[in-house]
Structures are given as C-alpha cells and as structure tokens.
C-alpha cells in the first residue's frame, strides 16, 4: 500500500527566511498530493495541491513541486511569518483509490 | 455551506462506556473518511465510507470499533468499551467522491477516557 515519509519532523526559521519540507511517496499511481496546516487545536486545512501533470504551483508565498520519477514532492513557504507556525501536513492517494495517506507531520515554528 | 460539521467537539467517557462521533459531510458530499489523530502525531486513517458502504476500513481496529454511514443521517464512528488509549482527536473529512478531489476536515472530536 502506500507509504508516505515526510521531513523533517520539526523546523525553525528565522522570520523573513524561507521553509522547506518533502515528502517521498510509494506508490507510482497516486497522482494528487494535497499539502495541509493544521493550527494548534484546529483542523487541518488544505492549503495548496498539486496534480501529476504539472511539476510546479504556486500561490503567493506557497510552491509546490513534484518529481513524479523520484516519487517526490516538496512544499516551498518563502518569506515566512510567525502566522505560518503550524503542523503541516503532506497526503498522497493510495494509488487508484480515493483515500488519503498523510505523512507523519511537519511543525514549523516561525521566530520573530 | 457549513462546512464538515462534527459533533460533540469534546467528550469524556468512563473506561467501558460506549463513545459516539458524529460527522456531517458538506452539502453534496457523499465520501466520509475517519482518522485518528494523537497528541502531538499525524493523521492515522481509519476508514472510508460512501452512503451505506464501507469501502475500506483497512485502519479500523479489528475489536470495538464501527463505522456507518446510513443514507439519511450523519456517519458514525462508534466506539465501544473504551479504554484509556482511545483517548484523542477524532476527525472526519468528507469529498464529493471521484479521484484527485480535495477533502474537507471537520473540528474534531476530542475523546478523553477517565
């Protein structure tokens, strides 16, 4: 089934710097890697997504990119603030399915 | 639209008490996923329902764990004789169905067994 390994479990920044974090994935089917932040006692929320037919996506501050041969996906977050402290989560499809398996979690703290 | 509606968001059960979670999926929305979630650690799936059909419970533990979706009503994740390590965040998410389509998370529910 599919396995999704995400790094690094924890990250600190500098305000102002720029953040990090991949995600590596099993299997060659999935085709739809959501990246999710989940605030302290909230829900996660998705906050970009990226299809397999493209290699990169951004939203602002927010990029996505994809290597569909490595079987790997980042999530770029520049200029980062305090507000962008939060768990971040990445997910993939278990190939050929609907459902969802996340990583184990990113929390990122931003230092003003 | 209100979104993924889960309720209660806080519960408290005895040890052997049975525990309820409801979720109600966005309007229009007819694919219901589980996951459990512990302090401090990620999203562990538990299951996947469409209305009336479990279509994979590959994360459900085997004993005291159930989940419907009826075709009237909210899903249910029901948890009998609880112990002390069910204690955490229930959440439910719900897609409209068909791949590649974004899932909507509900608040939670927070089980704590005393």
């Known amino acids: 089934g599919e396995n999704v390994e995400q790094h690094p479990s924890t990250l600190s920044v500098q305000e102002g710097d720029s953040a990090v974090i991949k995600c590596t994935y099993s299997d060659s089917a999935s085709n739809y890697f959501p990246w999710y932040k989940q605030e302290l006692g909230k829900r996660p929320q998705l906050i970009i997504d990226?299809?397999?037919?493209?290699g990169e996506k951004k939203d602002q501050r927010i990029a996505v990119t994809l290597n569909k041969t490595a079987k790997h996906f980042s999530l770029h977050i520049t200029e980062t603030q305090p507000e962008d402290s939060a768990v971040y989560f990445c997910?993939?499809?278990?190939?050929?399915?609907?459902?969802?398996?996340f990583g184990k979690g990113t929390k990122l703290t931003v230092n003003p | 639209n209100a979104g993924v509606m889960q309720n209660p968001r806080h519960l408290v059960r005895r040890r052997g008490q049975e525990a309820r979670l409801r979720c109600s999926p966005m309007k229009g929305h007819s694919h219901v996923y589980w996951y459990r979630q512990l302090p401090e650690e990620g999203l562990k799936f538990m299951v996947y329902?469409?209305?009336?059909?479990?279509?994979?419970e590959s994360g459900m533990p085997k004993e005291r764990f159930s989940a419907e979706f009826p075709k009237e009503g909210p899903s249910i994740l029901r948890i009998q004789q609880v112990v002390r390590g069910d204690s955490a965040a229930y959440f439910c998410?719900?897609?409209?169905?068909?791949?590649?389509?974004?899932?909507?998370f509900g608040q939670g529910t927070r089980l704590t067994v005393v």
């Open positions: 990226i299809r397999s037919n493209v």
């Open positions: 998410a719900s897609s409209p169905g068909g791949m590649n389509t974004e899932a909507f």
């Open positions: 329902l469409q209305k009336e059909n479990i279509i994979d």
């Open positions: 997910a993939a499809p278990k190939g050929g399915s609907e459902k969802l398996v």
